[in-house]
């Protein structure tokens, strides 16, 4: 790989993890009613699809279970939705919206819609085809990243370290776009 070919994927790397930064800060400055964007998300999820597991509904919106059980927590107390055991596998915990929630949903319909249209607004349908695609390869590349770079890591600590002061590092990074 040549400096230039370097240089532009250092580039799409910061730019990409900018914008997931980016995305994340203002998506969580949006309260609806007192509720985040990702708990309007459950909302139409419960709506879309009827009373939902919570394991499920964490898998379907790439949530942590951390992340749902707080969001349902939020929801409930503040009279959106109800949570119940199921009762053949009391482990099993289900979500389900109340009138409130569902009326709070209609009211603020037009917020998701407008959310979407905001990301991708001035873009071709060419244009967002192209975009699909590259989503679609990221995701496929982040298979197995962690574990990739986990046994990276494990490798690298095995080679000893030279300990020539003049040594180039390894991967010839640029430092402008490592922040990580």
Same mark, same amino acid.
Request: glycine share 8%; with cysteine.
């Given at each position: 790989?040549? &400096?230039?070919?370097?240089?532009?994927?250092?580039?799409?790397?910061? $730019?990409?993890?900018? *914008? %997931?930064?980016?995305?994340? #800060?203002?998506? &969580?400055? %949006? !309260?609806?009613?007192?509720?985040?964007?990702? @708990? *309007?998300?459950?909302?139409? #999820?419960?709506?879309?699809?009827?009373?939902?597991? $919570?394991?499920? /509904?964490?898998?379907?919106?790439?949530?942590? +279970?951390?992340?749902?059980?707080? /969001? +349902?927590?939020? $929801?409930?107390?503040?009279?959106?939705?109800?949570?119940?055991?199921?009762?053949?596998?009391?482990?099993? %915990? $289900?979500?389900?919206?109340?009138?409130?929630?569902?009326?709070?949903?209609?009211?603020?319909? !037009?917020?998701?819609?407008?959310?979407?249209?905001?990301?991708?607004? @001035?873009?071709?349908?060419?244009? /967002?085809?192209?975009? +699909?695609?590259? =989503?679609?390869?990221?995701?496929?590349?982040?298979?197995?990243? +962690?574990?990739?770079?986990? #046994?990276?890591?494990? =490798?690298?600590?095995?080679?000893? %370290?030279?300990?020539?002061?003049?040594? #180039?590092?390894?991967?010839?990074?640029?430092?402008?776009?490592? !922040?990580?």
């Amino acid at each position: 790989m040549d &400096d230039t070919q370097w240089e532009r994927l250092e580039e799409a790397d910061y $730019l990409f993890r900018k *914008m %997931v930064r980016r995305f994340v #800060k203002e998506r &969580d400055r %949006v !309260s609806v009613e007192g509720i985040a964007l990702p @708990g *309007m998300l459950i909302l139409q #999820k419960i709506i879309a699809g009827g009373e939902q597991r $919570l394991g499920d /509904l964490a898998e379907q919106l790439d949530f942590t +279970s951390g992340a749902i059980t707080a /969001l +349902s927590d939020k $929801l409930e107390a503040g009279g959106y939705t109800l949570r119940r055991r199921k009762e053949d596998d009391r482990r099993t %915990v $289900l979500l389900d919206i109340t009138a409130k929630g569902r009326e709070m949903v209609e009211r603020n319909g !037009s917020i998701g819609a407008r959310c979407i249209t905001l990301l991708f607004e @001035g873009f071709t349908d060419k244009e /967002l085809e192209q975009q +699909s695609r590259f =989503y679609e390869r990221i995701i496929g590349n982040l298979e197995g990243f +962690s574990d990739t770079l986990l #046994k990276l890591a494990q =490798y690298n600590a095995e080679i000893p %370290v030279l300990k020539d002061p003049g040594q #180039k590092p390894r991967t010839g990074a640029n430092k402008k776009y490592l !922040s990580y």
